[in-house]
């Protein structure tokens, strides 16, 4: 039946019964599949069939961890302690799928120089295949070498496809059996190879290279050659073209001619602007269809098809006057479409930089006649780049050209992570994952791969002349077709790290393993960018798992270990420091949001208790510390309004029915220590010594929580009369 239109649809959009607008989805959910659902498996067959990197093998153990991961009955008994091999060969499977897709992590496998010459000869190989490839072409078979034991000799076999091996004799084999009654002279040659004694890239793989304690230590593995990859079976020579390209109609023989100069007329007023006149250019490039010969075109046409005689421009700034239904050809013999184009850019680039600069404080001077004091401090302004607020986000193709082999590859990368996700949920994998240096080596590397905040346009308005050929990303290549599925993966990971984070002590790793995981989660704790701070897209928009949050409670959990305090403190740049201690104080507001407002104050607490210049820069920041004692106002009076209703027995058994829990209530106010023991904070604690007095003085107030806030007020009062004195 057609389908049914709401009140005032129009009767066009009723399709016919048999067309394919008409055809209903089915909505039926996926079976939910248990461990019932597979046969009973041991552990070491799943990690030998991982180990053997065979297509078949290792989809069948992946399959089988993740339902077996998935199903609640059977998740508990996935100790990695008791399945010793399984995490090494996950992590393999997942730095293959991750090399494949966007080469990240190739530099944490065992390799020599000519395992690296091997894999660049045929990755140029298959760039140098797809150059000059249309989207919409089939792409070219990548011949590989040759997988036998050997060749016959070159020489041979330019002879001709019949040869004669045997030298200097009257008569050929081939025609004349050899074990006949004459007699033949035979010449021995038994220990001459008639083949190509050469090496293959399979000879002295593990030749050229040591491997030790060191290697494992800084997230090292062992090379992922072995594992066949997930898009062996959709290769993209099955793919079946869903374009018939049009030939063109026009004549071949009409070939450019050339145009003399004398040819060429000057240009007037109406064709140096074309825009005055409501029309404009179009600029087609054309190949001429002479190989020999090789020209190119650029041939100029009016938009407008009203326009009858209209004069056209070139890239040469050349103009001819040409009949009405006639174009201007102008042939530009270079080897390369757009050498024109280029060699014009190259010199307008060398012209640049000849140039003399021109210094943006003279010229700030002499257009407006401000004279500045600091003049160092302005240039150093201006000419700093100002970067956008948002992250890079590709642009999103109308049409999904993401082919079968890559969307398997991208599907294998999410399946891999997912278990080590959700491994690090089964109690007792936390500190074995933790202390992982090749798991965490791989999550440094993913966490912040593809983010990167471009540098803010300067808002010019875009011309009516302006090129827009780029805009259909359609007809372009896709060369960030793994964009969401990068997405999911790095959801996996910093869910697995914030599992992990508190089992975790990064002190004994090396620098390379330490220093890209706590970038990666001081980014995304302080980056301003939408994709930061909304939800993932996996768990829904009224969710409040984003990846600021789960950054945040990573470090809340990191923090734990004092080691790990100061490798955070330690990690360059201290701007980025400053803007997370700014970020934090200003969760101090959100008193709705509870959770947040907790972790904020953890982290306060500790970087206050690490380092004196950082306690420093928190009490800078607007109301930090009227916020902090707000906060153990606010469970003083719930504290009071809980005693007045149920009696104090009430509030003694429950403390957390004040709204929070004493352990909150001490460290903060133990940061409110830290940060009084810094001298230069004394006048900011004397505005709220009133606040201070009336929390010690409290009767419902905790007592340890009022001896730390006494102690507040002695240090501040002892600094205030150094300050007299001196």
């Not at 071949?252 to 007037?268: E, G, I, M």
């Not at 269809?289 to 075109?297: I, L, R, S, V, Y």
């Not at 875009?462 to 964009?483: A, I, M, N």
């Not at 500790?606 to 109301?623: E, H, K, P, W």
Request: hydrophobic share 35%; charged share 25%; proline share 4%.
């Amino acid at each position: 039946m057609p389908r049914s239109m709401g009140p005032g649809r129009r009767e066009i959009y009723n399709f016919p019964v048999e067309s394919l607008e008409s055809t209903q989805p089915l909505l039926l959910k996926r079976k939910k599949l248990n461990k019932t659902d597979v046969q009973p498996v041991e552990g070491w067959r799943l990690v030998m069939a991982l180990r053997s990197g065979l297509l078949m093998e290792s989809s069948w153990a992946l399959d089988t961890l993740n339902v077996l991961l998935y199903d609640d009955n059977s998740v508990t008994y996935f100790g990695l302690g008791n399945m010793p091999g399984l995490l090494e060969a996950l992590i393999e499977h997942w730095r293959a799928s991750l090399i494949a897709m966007f080469d990240l992590g190739s530099d944490l496998e065992i390799t020599n120089t000519k395992n690296e010459n091997n894999k660049k000869r045929k990755r140029d190989k298959i760039e140098k295949s797809c150059q000059g490839v249309k989207w919409y072409e089939k792409r070219p078979a990548v011949v590989e070498d040759e997988t036998s034991l050997g060749c016959v000799d070159g020489e041979v076999l330019r002879r001709g496809d019949k040869v004669r091996i045997l030298h200097h004799q009257p008569k050929d084999f081939t025609t004349e059996a050899r074990f006949s009654e004459k007699d033949f002279q035979i010449e021995d040659k038994e220990d001459v190879l008639f083949v190509d004694g050469s090496e293959r890239s399979w000879d002295a793989v593990y030749e050229g290279f040591s491997s030790g304690a060191d290697l494992w230590a800084a997230g090292g593995g062992d090379t992922t050659d072995h594992i066949l990859p997930a898009d062996g079976m959709f290769a993209d020579g099955l793919r079946l073209p869903f374009v018939r390209v049009l030939k063109d109609g026009k004549d071949p023989a009409v070939a450019c001619t050339p145009v003399k100069k004398d040819d060429v007329a000057p240009k007037s007023s109406s064709e140096i602007s074309p825009k005055k006149h409501g029309k404009r250019v179009r600029e087609t490039w054309k190949v001429s269809p002479k190989n020999e010969d090789k020209t190119c075109c650029i041939t100029t046409t009016p938009s407008s098809s009203s326009s009858s005689n209209s004069n056209s421009t070139n890239s040469c700034d050349t103009t001819t006057n040409t009949p009405s239904g006639e174009s201007n050809n102008l042939k530009v013999k270079s080897e390369d479409p757009l050498s024109a184009v280029k060699s014009e850019t190259k010199d307008e680039e060398e012209d640049e930089a000849t140039a003399p600069k021109v210094d943006v404080v003279e010229a700030l001077a002499a257009t407006t006649g401000i004279v500045v004091r600091d003049v160092d401090d302005v240039r150093r302004r201006l000419e700093k780049k100002v970067l956008d607020e948002e992250n890079y986000q590709p642009d999103q193709a109308s049409l999904n050209l993401v082919s079968d082999s890559e969307d398997t590859l991208g599907r294998r990368a999410i399946c891999v992570s997912t278990i080590l996700r959700n491994l690090s949920f089964v109690p007792g994998n936390e500190a074995i994952l933790g202390n992982s240096p090749g798991f965490l080596a791989v999550c440094g590397k993913v966490i912040l791969h593809g983010h990167w905040h471009p540098e803010r346009s300067s808002g010019i308005i875009v011309g009516e002349d302006e090129d827009f050929t780029d805009s259909c990303t359609s007809l372009l290549e896709q060369k960030e077709w793994w964009w969401e599925h990068l997405q999911v993966v790095r959801e996996n990971v910093m869910v697995a790290l914030s599992n992990c984070a508190g089992h975790m002590d990064l002190s004994p790793h090396p620098e390379n393993v330490v220093l890209p995981l706590l970038q990666g989660l001081l980014e995304w704790s302080v980056s301003p960018a939408a994709a930061a701070q909304d939800s993932f897209a996996s768990v829904g928009a009224h969710s409040n798992i984003s990846p600021q949050r789960l950054a945040i409670e990573t470090l809340c959990k990191l923090c734990i270990t004092e080691a790990n305090v100061d490798l955070l403190l330690s990690t360059p740049p201290y701007s980025r420091l400053e803007n997370l201690c700014s970020f934090l104080a200003k969760k101090l507001y959100r008193s709705e949001d509870q959770v947040m407002r907790e972790f904020a104050i953890n982290l306060l607490f500790y970087f206050s208790g690490a380092d004196s210049g950082v306690a420093r820069t928190i009490a800078l920041q607007d109301t930090a510390v009227s916020l902090l004692i707000g906060f153990i106002e606010q469970a003083e009076n719930n504290a009071m309004m809980v005693a007045q209703q149920h009696g104090v027995n009430a509030l003694r058994d429950n403390p957390d029915s004040m709204g929070t829990s004493l352990d909150m209530l001490r460290r903060a106010a133990n940061t409110l220590n830290n940060l009084s023991r810094h001298p230069a904070n004394t006048a900011v604690f004397l505005r709220h010594e009133q606040r201070l007095l009336n929390l010690v003085m409290s009767q419902i107030l905790d007592q340890g929580v009022a001896g730390i806030v006494s102690q507040v007020i002695f240090q501040i009062s002892n600094q205030s009369e150094d300050e007299e004195l001196e």
